[in-house]
């Protein structure tokens, strides 16, 4: 079994404007809402690659009751804790000449809703896969992720992490089986600019050697690498089309690698499909269908999934 863990899980409300105007009325040319974050855009794409997945996390009053029924409606287990305090979060994602996100805060997580869900971890056994990915809800502490993964160390479990800065960089003593940063993600974990494939190449090397099995890196228009468990570097295809979004493409490339790892077992398969995952939904205005995937992989030279 697949289980994402999303702390902080929200509607997404994306909004096509010909233009914003600051302080006038704008109006939009289209607009569609969907339920997001990390882990949750992971179980999504996994679901139309018929991938059976239990989504877990925190959800709160009525948005948190949407995003659960919409996870179901997808035939996608719901697995939350609940909690009693505010909301789970609305982002606002501008889409004219320049992307912009406005993202909400999310509920208030009391101790013993944190109890509650570290409790429910348990159900989590030898063999599974968990993604952890996304932010903390600024009621838990700043190492949630490692309180989760400590809890999880004796089980023998495929960890992936999706998260920036220290909480990737903290995560990586339990040694994952995958972190994916993309370039901006890696050049903040270093604290430096990155400009080229090389330099990109040496700072994923140093988070294999600080403990990452495998590091699958996205670097936009230059298409993705990783480095695999054995050290071994492997590069995917480019595909030259009109990016339309680039929210949720990183999660879909985790959901397409895990979905190809699974099914046969090969890095090489497993970042083709994360790499046509990523592709279709950038190349959609929300998360990427079955079909715009397919299309992916072909032009990648690959059969479909």
Request: aromatic share 4%; proline share 4%.
């Given at each position: 079994m697949i289980y994402t863990i999303t702390l902080n899980p929200s509607i997404d409300y994306v909004v096509h404007l010909n233009s914003f105007?600051?302080?006038?009325m704008n109006r939009t040319v289209k607009d569609c809402y969907y339920i997001g974050g990390k882990g949750i855009n992971v179980s999504l794409v996994l679901a139309e690659l018929g991938?059976?997945?239990s989504a877990m996390g925190f959800t709160a009053g009525f948005t948190g009751e949407a995003i659960e029924r919409g996870l179901e409606e997808k035939g996608i287990r719901a697995d939350f804790i609940k909690a009693a305090n505010g909301i789970s979060r609305i982002n606002v994602k501008l889409r004219e000449e320049a992307?912009?996100?406005?993202?909400?805060?999310?509920?208030?997580?009391s101790e013993k809703e944190s109890e509650l869900f570290m409790e429910k971890t348990d159900i989590i056994s030898d063999g599974d896969t968990v993604v952890i990915a996304g932010s903390i809800p600024k009621s838990l502490s700043e190492n949630t992720y490692e309180k989760i993964l400590e809890r999880l160390k004796d089980r023998k479990l495929n960890i992936v992490i999706d998260a920036e800065k220290n909480l990737l960089l903290n995560s990586l003593r339990y040694r994952p089986f995958?972190?994916?940063p993309n370039r901006q993600e890696l050049s903040e974990i270093f604290r430096t600019e990155i400009n080229s494939f090389d330099e990109a190449e040496n700072y994923a090397v140093k988070l294999h050697d600080m403990g990452a099995k495998n590091v699958l890196v996205s670097l936009d228009k230059e298409g993705a690498f990783m480095i695999d468990e054995f050290g071994n570097i492997r590069t995917a295809g480019i595909i030259d089309k009109e990016v339309i979004n680039t929210v949720g493409s990183g999660d879909s490339m985790v959901a397409g690698f895990l979905a190809g790892?699974?099914?046969t077992g090969d890095y090489g398969y497993a970042l083709a499909l994360g790499t046509?995952?990523?592709n279709a939904t950038a190349f959609s205005d929300c998360l990427a269908t079955r079909k715009k995937i397919d299309d992916a992989l072909r032009m990648l030279g690959f059969n479909p999934f």
């Open positions: 105007i600051r302080g006038a991938i059976e997945s992307e912009s996100e406005i993202n909400g805060q999310g509920p208030l997580i995958l972190v994916k790892y699974q099914k046509a995952c990523g």
